[in-house]
């Protein structure tokens, strides 16, 4: 019986080393950026934080640009997030849609752009959103980079990795079926300490995340656990070490 145990385990060792073999061998899918469709909405003004919440301590416009920043006199309990509220009376949120922006930071902490995203009450602190991250990171080695798909303060962490076309089934299992970006490539695509371009492309349960004119993720959620259907938009500025972050041309379509 331990003889048979040990060859079923060698099979089963075998069969995933196969498995993990194959998506390494996966075929490089190079997808570009469809052209920016007309009637874009630009969500920043670039003169101030009007239709914006958030943290005042920490969040400012510069030059034309939202500025985000943390030190260790001013710093912050928790991620915070500066939120999109629109110019009515509660908070503006969005389904499907295209949102175009760009961002730069440095490389002593992370950020974020959160999308299809809730904000949370009792928290660290009063802006603290929930839902789809795109990551925002000044690193250019695998897998700490921006782009991919994280699942903040929710359940299912990082959804889709960096160059992955992936499913997410019902049951929570992550399938990988393409690869858009290898690591070579991606180094040479982002723009280390410089501006880089994000468009993010939300239809139903399909994202799609561009970066600097090329398809960096495709990700499809069936599992009803972390699916995120509608909510709102928001920019991060993480906890914990300090740091600074900016974005600029921020606008969005949803028709």
Known sequence: MVRKYGS???????????????????????VAETTE??????????????????????WSVRDGVVHGETTEKNPTSG????????????????????????????ATNNSGIQYRSEWLSERKNDWVLAGYQHEVRNEIKFPNVSSFIYD???????????????IRNAKGEKEVTGKLIDEPQFQKLFNLDGWND???????????????????????????VTVRKKGVIGLQLHGGKPMWTEFRDVRLKTE
Not at 202 to 216: D, F, K, M, P, S
């Open 79 to 106: 991620n915070t997030f500066l939120i999109y509220k629109g110019s009515g009376h509660t908070l503006e949120e969005f389904e499907d849609f295209e949102l175009r922006l760009s961002f730069r930071c440095n």
């Open 152 to 166: 903040e303060k929710g359940k299912g962490k990082r959804l889709c990795s960096i160059g992955e076309k992936c």
């Open 198 to 224: 994000v468009v993010i492309v939300a239809e139903g349960n399909h994202i799609r995340h561009y970066l600097n004119g090329r398809q960096v993720i495709d990700f499809v959620n069936h599992d009803p």
């Open 37 to 58: 469709p007309s009637g874009m909405k630009p969500l920043f003004n670039g003169k101030d934080l009007t239709g914006w919440v958030g943290d005042s301590r920490l």
């Open 8 to 30: 079923i385990f060698l099979v089963v060792l075998s069969l995933c080393g196969l498995q993990k073999g194959r998506a390494n061998e996966m075929p490089i899918e190079v």
